[in-house]
């Protein structure tokens, strides 16, 4: 059994910062997929970032670049996403996402987080 366990989500204004947090733990030696997804209201899941945990290579949106980073913590099976720079659009619930091969597409994805919100007040 796969599991993944998001925190760090919440509330802050226009500018501010949040780091979010996801460990996974379980069988997840052929899961070299992780990323993060983000799903607004009445808006398809999109993703945010990805990167695959043996080769590093990553993906990141053309809305977040510059702004957001992606980052893998090996020894403890957790992937972070460092959000600098929010925006009131950033607002959406966000999820964490294990899959074999990873990338951008939802459909790779096997595994996933319950979500976390992360709200951006103007």
């Known amino acids: 059994q796969v599991q993944l366990v998001e925190s760090g989500g919440g509330s802050v204004q226009t500018g501010g910062s949040l780091r979010l947090s996801c460990a996974v733990s379980?069988?997840?030696?052929?899961?070299?997929?992780r990323a993060w997804f983000r799903q607004a209201p009445g808006k398809e899941r999109e993703c945010v970032a990805a990167i695959r945990w043996n080769a590093g290579s990553i993906y990141y949106v053309d809305s977040v670049k510059g702004r957001f980073t992606i980052s893998r913590d090996n020894a403890k099976n957790t992937v972070y996403l460092q959000m600098n720079s929010l925006k009131p659009e950033d607002t959406a619930v966000y999820y964490c996402?294990?899959?074999?091969?990873?990338?951008?597409?939802?459909?790779?994805?096997?595994?996933w987080g319950q979500g976390t919100q992360v709200t951006v007040s103007s």
């Open positions: 996402a294990a899959g074999v091969l990873g990338g951008s597409s939802s459909s790779a994805y096997n595994y």
């Open positions: 379980g069988r997840t030696l052929n899961l070299l997929g």
